[in-house]
C-alpha cells in the first residue's frame, strides 16, 4: 500500500534541510532567516517588514538628532535671560546664516531682535542684536563670533557712531564704536565721546578708549 503523499508544508521544511545541509552551515544567519517561511497566520512578522520597520525608526531618530543640532547651531541654544555671561556665552560660536525671522522666532524667549549690521572689512562685522533686554555688538569674523560689547544706552542725545576718528584734528583709519555726546560743545566740527572702543583688525578685538 503506498504512503499517504507528503504534506506541502513538509516537503518545503525537507527541501530546506537539504540545502541547510549542502551549505554545511556557512550559510549567513540573514539567509537562513530570509529562506524561512513565515506566515501571517501563525503569527511572526515578516523580516521585510521589520526591516521597513527598522528603517523608518532609523529616518525618523535622524531627523530629530539633526532639527536639534541645527537648532543649537546658531549661536543663540546656550544663552539663557537672567544669566551675567551673555557676552561670554556667545564669543567662540558659530553663527547661522538663517533668516532673521527664523532666528527671531526660534528664540522668542530671550526677545532676541536684529538691530542692525557695519561691514568692517572683508572678514570682519559688527552685527547688533537686543538679547534679554539688552542690545549686544557682535564682532564677527565670517560667521565666527570672536568678541562681544554689551552696549550702555543710546539716543538722539547720545547716538551709536561707528566709523574713523579724528586724533589732533587728523582722520585716522582706526575704526571705532562709540557713544557720542551732543550736548557739549555746540558747534564742533567733530563731536566728543562718552564712551569708546577700538576694533584691532588683526586680533578681532574691542579695544577700549580712553575719552
Keep these: 500500500m503506498n504512503s499517504a503523499p507528503e504534506p506541502i508544508a513538509g516537503r ?7 540545502k541547510l545541509r549542502i551549505m554545511n552551515g556557512k550559510l549567513p544567519v540573514h539567509s537562513i532567516v530570509a529562506l ?30 539633526f532639527h536639534s543640532a541645527f537648532a543649537g547651531s546658531d549661536g543663540f541654544g546656550a544663552i539663557r535671560c537672567g544669566a551675567d555671561d551673555v557676552a561670554k556665552a556667545l564669543i567662540g560660536k ?26 568692517i572689512s572683508e572678514r570682519l ?15 564677527q569674523d565670517k560667521s565666527t563670533v570672536r568678541d562681544v560689547l554689551k552696549m550702555p544706552a543710546h539716543s538722539k542725545k ?10 589732533s584734528g587728523k582722520e585716522t583709519k582706526e575704526i571705532v564704536v562709540a557713544i557720542l ?27 577700549s578708549l580712553s575719552t
Excluded at 12 to 18: E, K, Q
Excluded at 42 to 59: D, K, N, Y
Excluded at 99 to 109: A, F, G, I, S
Aim: aromatic share 8%; with cysteine; proline share 4%.
Design 158 to 167: 547720545s547716538p551709536l557712531f561707528i566709523g574713523t576718528r579724528d586724533m
Design 36 to 65: 524561512c517561511p513565515t506566515t501571517q497566520k501563525s503569527g511572526l512578522v515578516r523580516p521585510s517588514f521589520m526591516l521597513r520597520a527598522r528603517a523608518v525608526i532609523l529616518t525618523f531618530t535622524s531627523l530629530f538628532f
Design 12 to 18: 518545503s521544511a525537507a527541501r530546506l534541510m537539504d
Design 125 to 139: 562685522s559688527c552685527i547688533s542684536w537686543l538679547i534679554c533686554g539688552s542690545e549686544f555688538m557682535l564682532l
Design 181 to 207: 555726546d551732543t550736548e557739549t560743545e555746540g558747534g564742533a566740527p567733530t563731536l566728543p565721546a562718552k564712551i569708546a572702543w577700538k576694533i584691532d583688525e588683526k586680533n578681532a578685538k574691542f579695544v
Design 94 to 119: 558659530k553663527m547661522s546664516n538663517e533668516r532673521v525671522v527664523d532666528l527671531e522666532k526660534r528664540h522668542e524667549d530671550l526677545g532676541l531682535k536684529d538691530l542692525g549690521a557695519s561691514e
